[in-house]
């Protein structure tokens, strides 16, 4: 049987999850329908094995024995050459490799206990290097849980700022607070 590729068009306004949802349930369907033909395939075979073996205890129906030894050879033959072509078959039906689900990737970082609270602030802080280039005072607080962009033009010292959170580069001047839970993944 020819494979045979399927085009899957989302809807209109379905999110990444749901269309994510519906591709695994789709290989799933697939999956067990490739697995129902391959075990009715092995019956199948075995099946006919079983007919090859139960010619020989078939009474011959003529008198003839040469003649009825080699219909019954013939017709064991064909029996067993029909297994294995169904069995072949089915080893060959393995086209739809088993569906790999993910666990749900589960992290407490104990927000919970940070909740509402400023984790990281800075009041007049200024950043920059001793020699060199600095940044305007920043006064700022970032609580826990929340979401913050850095924006600006090139060189305004966005990588500045984030070096001077992370330690890599002492504040100038000002007042730098962050609390004692908080990991930085830069």
């Known amino acids: 049987m020819?494979?045979?590729?399927r085009l899957c068009i989302t809807a209109t306004g379905a999110t990444y999850d749901e269309t994510k949802r519906h591709r695994l349930r789709r290989h799933r369907e697939e999956y067990n329908r490739q697995e129902v033909e391959k075990r009715r395939l092995f019956g199948s075979g075995e099946e006919k094995r079983?007919?090859?073996e139960k010619v020989w205890d078939q009474p011959a129906?003529?008198?003839d024995k040469l003649a009825s030894h080699y219909?019954?050879?013939r017709a064991a033959k064909k029996f067993s050459a029909s297994a294995r072509a169904?069995?072949?078959?089915?080893?060959?039906?393995?086209?739809?490799?088993?569906?790999?689900?993910?666990?749900?990737?589960?992290?407490?970082?104990?927000?919970?206990?940070l909740a509402g609270k400023a984790v990281v602030s800075g009041k007049k802080l200024v950043c920059g290097y001793p020699e060199g280039f600095h940044t305007t005072p920043l006064t700022f607080a970032f609580k826990?849980?929340?979401?913050?962009?850095?924006?600006g033009d090139n060189g305004a010292g966005k990588?500045?700022?984030?070096?001077?959170?992370?330690?890599?580069?002492?504040?100038?001047?000002g007042e730098l607070f962050i609390n004692e839970k908080v990991r930085f993944g830069f």
């Open 50 to 52: 079983d007919w090859a």
């Open 144 to 151: 826990a849980g929340e979401k913050v962009a850095l924006l």
């Open 86 to 113: 169904l069995e072949g078959r089915a080893k060959r039906h393995d086209r739809i490799d088993a569906p790999y689900e993910r666990m749900p990737l589960v992290l407490d970082f104990g927000a919970e206990a």
């Open 71 to 73: 219909k019954k050879e």
């Open 2 to 5: 020819p494979s045979v590729k």
């Open 61 to 63: 129906p003529d008198t």
């Open 159 to 173: 990588s500045t700022l984030l070096a001077t959170l992370t330690g890599t580069l002492a504040p100038l001047a």
